[in-house]
């Protein structure tokens, strides 16, 4: 088992820049494919954007394409979200994912794929 605690949510203009953080506890990180999703008020929550065990391979949402970018660092036990160019519309709670898969390449992108989920990040954009 994997526990998630996402950080980095904050208050924003528009046009600024945030980079959530997402530290894994637990079994062996590496193990795992990671993504993020959001979700905001009266709204489904839907996909950010996800990374493969390996770090190698990675996949966006189309609307946060250009925008954000997912990385992560084995060695911290951490992913990232890094946001530029916000925008009102990516106001949201965002939760990081976790999936335990012998995959070292593959990403996923439907809730369902995920096993593990953190407790969520606050991020506001004002215009």
């Known amino acids: 088992q994997v526990q998630l605690v996402e950080s980095g949510g904050e208050l924003v203009q528009a046009g600024g820049s945030l980079r959530l953080s997402c530290a894994a506890s637990?079994?062996?990180?590496?193990?795992?494919?990671m993504g993020w999703f959001r979700q905001a008020p009266g709204k489904e929550r839907e996909f950010v954007a996800a990374?493969?065990?390996?770090?190698?391979?990675?996949y966006y949402a189309d609307s946060m394409k250009g925008r954000f970018t997912i990385s992560s660092d084995n060695a911290k036990n951490t992913v990232y979200l890094q946001m530029n160019s916000l925008k009102p519309e990516d106001t949201a709670v965002y939760y990081c994912?976790?999936?335990?898969?012998?995959?070292?390449?593959?990403?996923?992108?439907?809730?369902?794929?995920?096993?593990?989920w953190g407790q969520g990040t606050q991020v506001t954009v004002s215009s």
């Open positions: 990374i493969s065990r390996s770090g190698d391979s990675t």
């Open positions: 994912a976790a999936t335990n898969t012998r995959s070292y390449s593959s990403v996923w992108y439907r809730r369902g794929d995920y096993d593990y």
């Open positions: 637990g079994r062996t990180f590496s193990s795992y494919a």
